[in-house]
């Protein structure tokens, strides 16, 4: 199984990204698709996740601005990112949880499967 992360880059502030997460190897239809950051010298954070039928929780640091969105035709996940801030800059990844976690639940339960990592830059 393997979560590939792309779209990242370097942006400016109040500008927008697109990042996309293909999975391949098995398909996650049923299962949880989430999005986490780290920032050099912070620890991983989540970010957002969608669960099966696609309903979706956020950190309050993105809310209103990212939304999380897949399509399980393609086995893949987006995160598009709207208003973006400097401190909006990490690595970014992808995780796959099987199973549909409750909400609340997304950014502290295990993941089974990790991306590799895309870098998004938010100059001021």
């Known amino acids: 199984v393997q979560l590939q992360a792309s779209g990242g880059g370097l942006v400016q502030a109040g500008g927008s990204l697109r990042l996309s997460c293909a999975a391949s190897g098995r398909t996650f239809s049923s299962d949880t698709m989430s999005w986490f950051r780290q920032a050099p010298g912070k620890e991983r954070e989540f970010i957002a996740g969608?669960?099966?039928?696609?309903?979706?929780h956020y950190a309050d640091s993105v809310k209103g601005r990212f939304t999380i969105s897949r399509d399980d035709a393609k086995n893949t996940v987006y995160l598009q990112m709207n208003s973006l801030k400097p401190e909006d800059t990490a690595v970014y990844f992808c995780a796959a949880r099987l199973g549909y976690p409750v909400l609340s639940a997304l950014g502290s339960v295990n993941y089974d499967y990790w991306g590799q990592g895309t870098q998004v830059t938010v100059s001021s």
């Open positions: 969608a669960r099966w039928r696609g309903s979706a």
